[in-house]
């Protein structure tokens, strides 16, 4: 029997990890449910919903590399129930659509207090060596007002030793 993706099959459970359970197919390959396609609910504990040895249907998702088979035991659930309401001659419950989400509109730009302009405009037509004039300049001025505050928190203090006692 060959194996393709879309087929249903019956198989039974040989190991459980805490990631998901191992299940040997009938064409004697072993595929494996992963704990998110183990029930249409949050598993927590994959023992709460199979057992070693237990006979299970899954549904063959896709044949990777080295043959290997990623199985759903959620995705047969859905088919199943699906099938018994088209039997009962229900249909399926219709949702009601989501509204599109939306995205906020962005808010018009709100001037800072005392109409200060955060961010300088840029003055494209000045030339490196007026930008690192200007620079110089600001940066000397900061180094001014910094000796001045530290001088006044020193109160003209010097330090002179104390051998003179």
Do not use: C
């Amino acid at each position: 029997m060959q194996l393709e993706v879309g087929t249903v099959l019956e198989g039974k459970v040989t190991g459980i990890t805490k990631f998901g359970a191992f299940i040997e197919l009938p064409t004697g390959q072993t595929g494996m449910v992963h704990i998110s396609e183990i029930a249409p609910t949050f598993v927590k504990e994959i023992h709460d919903f199979v057992t070693e040895g237990q006979t299970v249907k899954v549904k063959v998702l896709s044949i990777g590399e080295n043959n290997k088979i990623s199985l759903s035991m959620k995705q047969v659930e859905g088919q199943q129930n699906g099938a018994a309401r088209a039997q009962q001659g229900g249909a399926r419950p219709q949702r009601s659509p989501r509204p599109p989400r939306r995205r906020p509109e962005p808010q018009p730009q709100q001037h800072r207090p005392g109409n200060y302009e955060w961010q300088p405009r840029r003055n494209d037509s000045a030339d490196f060596e007026d930008m690192m004039s200007h620079f110089k300049q600001t940066s000397d001025e900061k180094m001014s007002d910094l000796k001045k505050t530290v001088e006044s928190k020193h109160g003209g203090y010097s330090r002179r030793s104390n051998s003179s006692k």
